[in-house]
């Protein structure tokens, strides 16, 4: 498998303020990671792949602008919600793609956004 | 296109009680198919998976067969622990799609003791 973290584990902001969450993937060079939503009746929404020293490739109806991610190393890849409203208060998982083509990904422990 | 169906949830069991939760898919090709389980506060694990027909995934006491000819990859348990209860995910992987999953809705289990 792959050991992902994710940093931090829980944070609450206020409205209007932009958060950072950051996705590590320890034991493995990571060149392509996933960023996923997970909304309170448990479904999984992708909303974008980070590739490694290029643009992230965003799912239909996730906003660019306010989803940023960056993917600046094999083992980093980091999503800032800009601007954050409560209605952006999620689940937020990342994940990296290890092995075969056929292998699947191994996810982070999640990161919990509440926005007041 | 690629597509996942779950039973839906929530399934609420006694322990020791058999488990089966239903998962059909579409693909197109020949698609890898998973089953990831979340405990409750966590992210997902992997639980199990197979990569072509009649390949049976086993981990924890739990299995699914492929079965193409029905399109489905249903999971089971002969005998659940209150420890099970969690939300499983069903999801598939179709090559050339740059490694992204198709996930099922999930489906809660709770297990009473």
């Known amino acids: 498998g792959a050991v992902v973290s994710q940093h931090p584990s829980r944070v609450i902001c206020k409205s209007g303020t932009s958060v950072k969450i950051e996705c590590r993937s320890l034991d493995f060079q990571a060149t392509t990671m996933f960023w996923y939503r997970q909304f309170p009746k448990q479904s999984l929404m992708l909303m974008a792949t980070?590739?490694?020293?290029?643009?992230?490739?965003?799912e239909q109806g996730v906003e660019k602008d306010k989803f940023l991610i960056n993917h600046a190393s094999l083992t980093l890849s980091t999503l800032t919600v800009t601007s954050a409203h409560p209605e952006d208060s999620s689940f937020y998982i990342c994940?990296?793609?290890?092995?075969?083509?056929?292998?699947?990904?191994?996810f982070g422990p999640g990161t919990r956004l509440t926005v007041l | 296109g690629n597509s996942v169906t779950q039973m839906e949830g929530p399934v609420t069991l006694s322990e020791e009680a058999f488990l089966t939760i239903n998962c059909t898919y579409t693909?197109?090709?020949?698609?890898?198919l998973f089953w990831y389980v979340q405990y409750p506060g966590e992210g997902l694990q992997l639980l199990l998976k197979a990569t072509k027909a009649d390949d049976k995934g086993s981990n924890k006491g739990f299995e699914a067969t492929y079965r193409k000819e029905t399109t489905s990859f249903h999971l089971e348990k002969g005998s659940v622990q209150v420890s099970d209860s969690a939300v499983y995910f069903c999801?598939?992987?179709?090559?050339?799609?740059?490694?992204?999953?198709?996930w099922g809705l999930g489906t809660s289990l709770a297990v009473n003791p």
């Open positions: 980070s590739n490694e020293g290029s643009k992230a490739t965003y």
């Open positions: 999801a598939l992987l179709n090559a050339g799609n740059n490694r992204k999953l198709i």
């Open positions: 994940s990296v793609g290890r092995g075969g083509a056929y292998s699947g990904q191994f």
């Open positions: 693909a197109t090709g020949y698609p890898s």
